[in-house]
Nanobody, 125 residues
Framework: VQLQASGGGLVQAGDSLRLSCAAS????????VAWFRQAPGKEREFVAA????????YYSDSVKGRFTLSRDVVKNTLYLQMNSLNSEDTAVYYC???????????????????WGQGTQVTVSS
C-alpha cells in the first residue's frame, strides 16, 4: 500500500480545506484508512478513520461535526473535508492504512503500518 497526501495550506480561522489521500494497493476488504495529525511538540492524534469497503466511519470528538471523511473507491482516494477550522487544527496531517479483519479501524497510530508523507495545515487566527 502506498499513500500520497495533499491539499494542505494556510487558511484563516473559520475557513474550510479539503485534504486528499491517494492510495494504491487497497485491494482487500480488510483495509482501514485513517487521518492522523501531529502538532509541534504534541503526540500524533487520531482524527478520523474509515473501513475501506464497509464505509464505516469514526471521528475524534475534537473534529466531529466539523470534519467529514469520504472515499472514492474508483479513484482509490480518501478525502477529509475540514470546515470551521481553528488554530487548534494546525498540524501536519497524515493518512495511514492498516490491514485488519473486516477492515476494522483503530484510533491508535501504532496499529497502522502504512503512512503517507504528511501535509501541513496552518490555521491563522
Amino acid at each position: 500500500v502506498q499513500l500520497q497526501a495533499s491539499g494542505g495550506g494556510l487558511v484563516q480561522a473559520g475557513d474550510s480545506l479539503r485534504l486528499s489521500c491517494a492510495a494504491s494497493g487497497l485491494t482487500s476488504s480488510n483495509h482501514a484508512v485513517a487521518w492522523f495529525r501531529q502538532a509541534p511538540g504534541k503526540e500524533r492524534e487520531f482524527v478520523a478513520a474509515i473501513s475501506w469497503t464497509r464505509n464505516i466511519i469514526y471521528y475524534s470528538d475534537s473534529v466531529k461535526g466539523r470534519f467529514t471523511l469520504s472515499r472514492d473507491v474508483v479513484k482509490n482516494t480518501l478525502y477529509l473535508q475540514m470546515n470551521s477550522l481553528n488554530s487548534e487544527d494546525t498540524a501536519v496531517y497524515y493518512c495511514a492504512a492498516r490491514w485488519a479483519l473486516y477492515g476494522m479501524v483503530s484510533r491508535r497510530s501504532d496499529e497502522y503500518g502504512y503512512w503517507g508523507q504528511g501535509t501541513q495545515v496552518t490555521v491563522s487566527s
